[in-house]
């Protein structure tokens, strides 16, 4: 929603200070669609060329996220407290009954309570991959924390491409604006036996190019570029408290105070309080029993 807002109050005060200011929407609308054919087709174009196809649909994808926030709100940083709670209790307790669970988590009595992040590849494999490792002895904290570490450094790499696209869009679109206003300056040099009135229309048509150019790059595809690339970080978070909650169990921590260094770890704008975060796990032990 304020992703909507921002667009509306971009257009309203731009367009509304033009016309405040005396100017006349006749020229720009007469032009638009020419020069939103250049620009928006050139850019169109570099984007397809500087990227493969499933970079164009990621990419794509990633733009609802100006809208829609991050995939993970604080009720999902709650349920993968709990689920992790779950796991490594049931792994101490009974180290092989842990394993019909992480070979199988789409069948799992515990992954199963848990759809939406069940429904995430990545972090169902994070965890099961994780807790795998654990039980083949492979469970030294900090070369399993350095493995995590370099997992997500590509994961999170990869994950910004759809905002670095955006960026370069955004780069590229006042110097495209540029070639749409000269191509106009050229259209009007081959008018100059025109007299003022239409000259001035001509050339008038031409600086639209080089305002869509600069409106466009500062004002929707470098904002959307930024705004994607902060919703990726911030979903981030919730596989850096999958590591800090497994790598805690590693170091052999008390399974409550695992869960408590992911609480910690959690951003505050997500973070459970520690009561509402006891309640869940008191429920999750009643549920077990």
Request: proline share 4%; with cysteine; aromatic share 6%.
């Amino acid at each position: 929603m304020i992703g909507i807002i921002g667009i509306i109050c971009i257009f309203v005060m731009v367009f509304g200070g033009y016309l405040l200011a005396g100017g006349k929407m006749g020229i720009i609308l007469y032009s638009l669609p020419y020069e939103l054919i250049m620009i928006g087709g050139a850019a169109l174009g570099a984007f397809l060329i500087s990227n493969d196809g499933a970079a164009v649909k990621k990419t794509l994808k990633d733009i609802g996220k100006v809208f829609k926030g991050p995939k993970w709100k604080p009720d999902d940083y709650r349920n993968l407290l709990c689920l992790l709670f779950e796991l490594i209790r049931l792994a101490r307790q009974n180290p092989v009954a842990i394993e019909e669970h992480i070979e199988a988590p789409d069948e799992s009595a515990i992954f199963t309570k848990y759809p939406k992040i069940l429904s995430d590849k990545e972090a169902i494999a994070l965890i099961c991959d994780t807790m795998r490792s654990a039980s083949m002895n492979y469970d030294d904290p900090h070369q399993v924390e350095e493995v995590l570490e370099k997992r997500m450094e590509a994961n999170a790499h990869h994950a910004l491409h759809s905002s670095h696209a955006l960026q370069t869009v955004a780069d590229a679109l006042p110097a495209l604006g540029i070639v749409a206003a000269v191509l106009g300056v050229i259209k009007t040099m081959a008018s100059i036996d025109q007299p003022p009135e239409i000259l001035g229309k001509l050339i008038g048509s031409a600086l639209v190019g080089t305002f869509l150019g600069v409106f466009l790059s500062y004002g929707l595809v470098g904002p959307f570029a930024v705004k994607v690339k902060d919703v990726t970080e911030d979903e981030a978070h919730f596989y850096q408290l999958i590591r800090e909650v497994l790598v805690a169990n590693l170091h052999n921590h008390a399974t409550n105070i695992c869960i408590e260094v992911g609480r910690q770890n959690t951003p505050s704008h997500q973070r459970p309080s520690f009561g509402e975060l006891e309640e869940a796990l008191k429920s999750v032990k009643q549920s077990a029993a």
